[in-house]
């Protein structure tokens, strides 16, 4: 399979980078200081969307903001084991200037350590701090599309999560989804692959040719 776009709009954790065990280190803590019931915390969604939208399903509303800024301090002090997922390098290295942007669901400080501990940059990088809704709603799409000068219907999405995937759907761009944290099965998108070092970039005298390697 082959898509033909003019930029690619990557999220960041489960996509580019492993940050599982962060997360969750991150996570526990945060819920045994805020007394989180364990069966309502396995309930609720919480790979893909931006942390205080999940901690309005988890906490009263006057303590929102102050679970949000404890979850962000944990996890900006703990980026032991964050390393980038296969095919990451070569993707970020190969798409020419200014035609990828990292779209993550994380805060800019967060995203910045992540991406450092990586040992990865995003020259163009959309963060929860920058849209008012963030995915399952198309907004950050939309807005890397806009900061790369794209059309969203030329670009390419590339997720790891049924959120962000709905939300590339919902901005109107192609999508290919990772199964690094979901099954291959939950996951709506043109094509899944295992990783990212089954796309193959190349640039055209139109814009982006990225080609799927044979998955099975």
Do not use: N, Q, Y
Request: aromatic share 2%.
């Amino acid at each position: 399979m082959r898509f033909e776009v003019d930029a690619l709009l990557v999220d960041m954790d489960g996509t580019l980078i492993d940050s599982t065990a962060s997360v969750l280190r991150g996570w526990k803590v945060l819920a045994e200081e805020f007394a989180i019931p364990a069966d309502r915390f396995a309930a609720v969604p919480r790979h893909g969307r931006p942390a205080v939208e999940i901690l309005r399903e988890l906490v009263d509303p006057e303590r929102v903001d102050r679970a949000a800024a404890r979850l962000d301090e944990l996890e900006i002090s703990d980026v032991d084991g964050i390393v980038p997922l296969p095919g990451a390098v070569a993707l970020l290295s190969a798409a020419p200037a200014g035609t990828l942007a990292v779209v993550t669901s994380a805060g800019r400080g967060l995203a910045t350590a992540r991406l450092r501990a990586a040992g990865l940059t995003a020259p163009v990088l959309v963060t929860a701090d920058d849209v008012a809704r963030g995915k399952p709603d198309p907004e950050p799409f939309l807005l890397g599309a806009e900061l790369l000068g794209a059309k969203p219907a030329r670009c390419l999405v590339l997720e790891d999560a049924p959120a962000g995937l709905a939300a590339g759907r919902a901005a109107g761009a192609a999508c290919i989804a990772v199964a690094a944290t979901h099954h291959a099965g939950d996951l709506d998108a043109d094509v899944v692959v295992p990783d990212l070092s089954a796309l193959r970039i190349e640039r055209t005298d139109t814009g982006l040719v990225v080609e799927v390697a044979d998955v099975g």
